[in-house]
């Protein structure tokens, strides 16, 4: 491809990543005569026949200069909510009533997953509970003379009969913990951490109703096993941002976006904004 290509990297939610993605596998221009061509409309065999005598010109996407990349944010947020629905019946409903939220629209905005803070402290805290839990199950296994270890716990675990601790396991440590490693990737801007908890939390989009984040993850994957290692690289080291610039505060750009637009509404005057105000 060259040294001399750039992309403009354009950064949003699923809905516009989607929509954008989309337009860019369906617009094309054509290197001989330069008309664009909508291949939802017109094939290349309609414009090759009326255009030029079926000589088959090469032909390349009009966008090929945007790079699309879902916001770290909103895929952390959706990933945050599948863990809620997920876990809901056999544990959170009933976790969510010990902390308070006894009535039916209280738990009814828990498992929405409205407020992102408190779902993760939510999540954290069982995550935490869950450990601790399989932990001293494990601890308890053992005879007076041996000593605990990472071999020794999964060697446990495999002869286990519990379906319980399984289950333990299975939620705290494949589905909790990928969505803790995503979020601590994120504000570190670590950006292989990122990658490898998505990967290790994906499965649970498609076990749920999550037909967008689907489409999304499947497609930025495939994006990044395309692109030149220099961009590559590139995209790794600025996955996310801190507008402070203090350690360990980052986030996406899309989220950071949202954060600047707070901050600018702080000092615009109620009403409807004028040109004046803005400037």
Partial sequence: IGQDREWTIFCADAVIYLAGSQLQDCIYICTECNDIIDITRTSFNEHDKESHNEKSPSKVKFYDWVYMTPGPGHIELNMSRSVLAFLWSPIIEHMSGLLGFRTPKAKAAIKAGGDHHRSKKI???LLDAL????LVSYVRSLET?????VEGFYDWLKDCQSEQLFFFYDAAFNTILPL???TA???KNNGKMMMAARVAFSHLFYVRRHPLYREVNLRDILTRLKMPQEVFSFQL???SFSLSGVENTGQGPDFLQEQINRLIKMFLPSGVITWRDWR
Avoid: C, G, Q
């Avoid at 450990?131 to 399989?134: A, G, L, R």
């Avoid at 003379?145 to 270890?149: E, I, L, R």
């Fill in 123 to 125: 999540l954290m805290a």
């Fill in 131 to 134: 450990s601790k839990e399989i």
């Fill in 145 to 149: 003379t041996d000593v605990p270890s």
């Fill in 180 to 182: 803790k490693l995503y």
């Fill in 185 to 187: 990737a994120t504000r």
């Fill in 237 to 239: 080291a600025n996955e």
